[in-house]
């Protein structure tokens, strides 16, 4: 995800100036051409009962359509003849909507043959299912289109022309999109409160011991796993770590673009589960440990795994269970309930595994994952001829399975339905700088104004809206959200610690809080 903020970058500047010049390409600019492409819901009746919506696409020509069902009309269908309706129609189009296939002729023609016939709108069905921009041609200069001109998918029309012996009906509406939606808030809510719940866990669950990692295979003494005083293991992660893994996360990408299919999806979705029910698991037992410390005091001795209080394996089979569940019913509308929780309690637990030592290292991470994330949505396309990034995330080629690992929230208000998202490396890249400075803070005993914590949570919620108001700018284009984050947080750190002094400090920090005094692994 991101957004453009001063003059953007020469990405972003490149994209805009490609899309520009296929827009010039494509629509000439002509007095009687120049309407912006909308979405078109085509509600239909046969025989008086109604059927399902259509989704359409207006062309750059025409009248345009009303915004609500209510301020439009009811207009019985035609099919033109000859069904291309590049010549006048036999059939009698007077006060109907016509419906006419692609080709033969320019789309301003048929319309046109549509209009001297007197029909009231013109359905035109695509010869595929994917809807084409219907633009102008430079010799379609002579008439004046006054009737909405809509293009419709191969299998709606299809359907629509098995069907037209009876008496078929048709009404046209194009609704808007509410510039903010309610699920946006809801979803900035999710994000900003994983990150603050997994760094206020260091300061309520470092003290004491908190048996969150009770069901992993313990480790013997020279396995490389270090712990902290809370019995967590943790994480140090260093440059060339953080470039492996970006380099890693580059050829996932890559792969799932190529070699995107359900079994592929589905192996994502077990180690999605997987990953969540290990969070959900430390989550509930940190919470459990802070509350009632006798609930974990019998045991049971089990192999692999060695003694395992009975409370930990309860909440772990209930863990399993939820994930189950999850997965069985990850395609109905109240999935995202599930798949968010799994998703926030991963986040949280890797927030509190996976350290930053200092920002020299978060300087190399976080720069590596704001080119990696512009590079794969606004510069993949000059080499794969579509975003790699855009393509992934709506799970093209995945047989209707999509991509669990990122939050997601219904659009509340949007007539069009969908989802507002965002992914799992939006929160934790950043995250991972945020934890940090609470670390920070509290080991030089700052405040909250003096301190850097408080400043990267308000500049990660900027960063965010950013990203949305992006979104709107780009006419809904997929935003590579770490444009935005990234500067809204390591920029921040980096211009407070100049200010203050103190950036010498932050670069080369080291540890030196009581729960780090073991040595971690790095990664």
Known sequence: MSFPLQRLSTPVLLFFLISLSFASADDPEQEFCNNSYEFVKVKNWVDGVEGKDIVGLTARFGATLPAHADKSLRFPAVLSNPLNCCSNSSA???????????????????????????????????????????????????????????????????????????????????????????????????AVGTILTASLS????????SNCNELSPKHSSGAGIAKDDSDQEVLDITAKGAIFFVLLASTMLVLLFFFMSSWFVWVLIVLFCLGGVQGMHNCIMMLVSRTCRKCSQKMLNLPVFGEVSVVSIVVALLCLLFAIIWAVERRASYSWIGQDILGICLMITVLQMARLPNIMVATVLLCC??????????????????????????????????????????????????????????VLFPGLLITFAFRFDKENKKTLASGYFLWL???????????????????GHGQPALLYLVPCTLGVAVVLGLVRGELKDLWSHSSKSPDMKNPTTDA
């Open 369 to 426: 994952a704001f080119v990696y994330d512009i590079f794969w949505v606004f510069l993949s396309p000059l080499i794969f001829h579509q975003s790699v990034m855009i393509a992934v995330a709506r799970g093209d080629n995945s047989g209707g399975e999509s991509i669990p690992m990122l939050l997601r929230v219904p659009k509340i208000f949007d007539p069009w339905g969908g989802n507002n998202m965002v992914g799992f490396g939006d």
């Open 92 to 190: 009698k189009l007077s006060g109907s909507v016509a419906l006419s296939e692609r080709g033969g002729c320019t789309f301003a023609t048929k319309a046109e043959v549509a209009q001297l016939g007197g029909a009231k709108a013109l359905l035109v069905i695509n010869d595929k299912e994917e809807l084409d921009k219907m633009a102008c041609s430079y010799n379609n200069t002579a008439l004046i289109i006054s009737i909405p001109t809509v293009m419709i998918p191969k299998s709606a029309g299809d359907v629509l022309k098995s069907v037209m012996e009876k008496h078929v009906e048709i009404l046209l509406y194009a609704p808007k999109s509410p510039i903010v939606d309610g699920g946006v808030v809801f979803l900035w809510l999710m």
């Open 202 to 209: 260091q300061e309520f669950g470092g003290s004491e011991p």
């Open 457 to 475: 949570m308000t500049g990660y919620g900027l960063g965010l809206c950013f990203t949305y108001l992006g979104l709107y700018l780009m006419d």
